[in-house]
C-alpha cells in the first residue's frame, strides 16, 4: 500500500503531511497515520523551527499531472475486508486474478458499464496507481470470467463464506429469473419468468442472512427447474458447508407437501405462507375464517388490530406409494384493515376485468377461452361468459366472489420450531430483503441482459456480480446501522465521496485534494480516513 501526500488546512494555514496506510489485524480493516512534514509555502513543504524556515527533503510541482477517483472506492474496499472477501479469493486465485476479479466487482458497483469500457473507467481510478498492468482488455475479462466459470471457484467461495453463518441464523430464501435471447446458451430453457419479457432464462436463487442483510451463497439452474428441486440443492450444499442450524423463510411460491416434507423430515425450522392448491388447506381455511375474529384471539400490531389464531395442519399424501401424515404447525392471521384494502381492490379489478372482456373483439383465428385469459389477467374464474356474434356476453359468478372475499384479509403462516405468533409474523415480514438483493442485483448492477456466448462466461460473470451484491449490500446496512441513510442513499454517499481525488505530480509524487467538510464527516462515521 502506498502513501500519498495531501495538505491540510488549520486555523486558515496549510500544511503538508504525509499519509502512510497500514493493515489494522485487531479491527480487520485499513487504517491511516500522519507524517508532519512541513508548512505549505510556495507549493513546498517547509518545516518550521523556530525562526528558521528550513526546506524538507522532497521537492515537487504544485502542478498535478493526472488526477484519480478515489474517495468512491474506501468503503468498498475497507467491506472487501472487513468481510475477509480478498482473503478468501487469495485461497484460490493469484494476487493479479484476484485484483482483476475486484476491480470487476468495483466497477460494478460504481459505475456499470459495458466490458469494452472497463479499462478507461480503471485508468482514472486510484486502483490504477497501485496496479497497472491488470488485464481488462474486453477479451481479456471474457477469458477470466470464462475461465472462473469453469472452476470451482464459485463453489469454494461460497463454502468457506458460508461458514461464518452464525448458529441459528435467519436465512431468507428466494429464486429469480434472469433473461437473455442469446442462441448459444443451452442453459436458457423457458419457465415461469417473473420479469414477463417472452425470452428463455436462468433460475437464480438466493440466500440472504438476515441479520447481517447479506447474500450467502446462490445457485445457477436451468430455466424450467422447479423451484422446490433448487431448494432441496439448497439445503443439501449449505449443510455440506457447515451451516447445521439455521431457520428458513420462504414466499408462497416454495409452498407445497413435498417441501414440508423434506423441511420437517431434515428438521430444518421454517417459515412458508400456505397456498390453496391443497384441499386439506382450503378445508383448514375455511373452519378458521369466522373463528380467528373471535375476541380470544385479538392482538395490536403497529397500533392496529390484528387477530392471530393457533392452526395444525393435519395432510394426508403418499411418500414413496405409503401413506402418511403430515402434522405442521401454524397460525392464521386475520387483518381488519387489509382485509378493506383487498376488497377495494379486487371489486376494481374484477369490474375492470369484465369491461375489458365485453370490449374485446378477437380476431376469428383466435380461440375465445384464450382471449378470456389473457383480457381478464387472472380473473377468469370469477366469471361466465358466452362468446356470440363476434362479442362476449360477460356476467360475474357470485359463489366464487364469495368465496375468494371470505378470504380477504385472512393468511396463514405454517413453521416449524418454536415460534410465537408475533415472531413468525414478524420473520417474514422482513423477507423483503432478498427481493431488495435481487432488484439491486437486476437494475443498480445491471446483471440483465446475458450477452455472453458461452455458459462458463455466464457463470464467472454472476459470481463477479455475486461479490459486488454482497458489498454493495453490506454498504447499504451499514448506512442504516450508522444513521447515515437518513441523509445519504448508497448512490448519493458513493458520488460524494468520489469528490476526494488523488493527484499525481510531474515529479511521481502523490498529492490527495482537500477533503471538504461534508466528506470528513462521512468517512468519520464510517471510520475510514482518506
Known sequence: MKSTIRIKKINGKEYWYEDIPYYDKEKKQIRHKSKYLGKNIDGQPVKVRSDDMIPARMSMSSAPKAAYNHGNLLPLQSITQELSIQATLEEFLSETETDTLLALVYNRILRPMAMTNVQSWYEGSSLWLSNNKLPLSSQRI???????????????????????????????????????????????????????????????????????????????????????????????????????????????????????????????????????????????????????????????????????????????????????????????????????????????????????????????WKKPEVVVNEVTRGFARFLNWKFCDGTFEVSIKQKAVTQRLNRLGRFILFYNGNMDWLSCLTLYRQRDAVEKCFLRMKNDLETLPLNARREDSVKGHLFMVFIALIIRMRLQMILKETGLSKQYSVEKLLLELEKIKLFTLSQGQILQSEVSKKNREILATLNLCA
Open 142 to 364: 471474457s477469458e477470466f470470467l470464462a475461465n472462473i466459470g469453469q472452476q470451482n471457484i464459485p463453489e469454494e467461495f461460497m463454502a468457506r463464506f458460508a461458514a461464518h453463518i452464525e448458529p441459528d441464523a435467519t436465512l431468507l430464501y428466494d429464486i429469480t429469473s434472469l433473461s437473455s435471447s442469446s442462441k448459444l446458451l443451452e442453459v436458457l430453457e423457458y419457465g415461469y419468468n417473473r420479469d414477463n419479457d417472452g425470452l428463455p432464462q436462468i433460475n437464480f436463487s438466493l440466500v440472504v442472512d438476515k441479520e447481517k442483510g447479506i447474500p450467502v451463497r446462490y445457485d445457477v439452474y436451468p430455466g424450467s427447474i422447479a423451484d422446490i428441486t433448487t431448494l432441496k440443492n439448497t439445503i443439501i450444499r449449505l449443510k455440506d458447508a457447515g451451516s447445521e442450524q439455521f431457520r428458513l423463510v420462504m414466499d408462497r411460491g416454495f409452498f407445497s407437501q413435498t417441501t414440508l416434507a423434506e423441511l420437517l423430515n431434515e428438521n430444518i425450522p421454517f417459515i412458508v405462507p400456505a397456498t390453496y392448491q391443497l384441499t386439506s388447506i382450503k378445508e383448514l381455511m375455511s373452519k378458521a375464517q369466522n373463528k380467528v375474529k373471535q375476541a380470544q384471539y385479538l392482538q395490536k400490531l403497529e397500533k392496529g388490530p390484528i387477530f392471530a389464531m393457533p392452526v395444525t395442519l393435519q395432510h394426508q399424501f403418499d411418500l414413496d406409494d405409503k401413506p402418511r401424515i403430515l402434522t405442521v404447525n401454524g397460525y392464521c392471521y386475520y387483518d381488519p384493515k387489509r382485509e378493506q384494502d383487498e376488497r377495494d381492490s379486487f371489486y376494481i379489478q374484477l369490474f375492470d376485468a369484465v369491461e375489458r372482456l365485453k370490449k374485446a373483439r378477437p380476431q376469428n
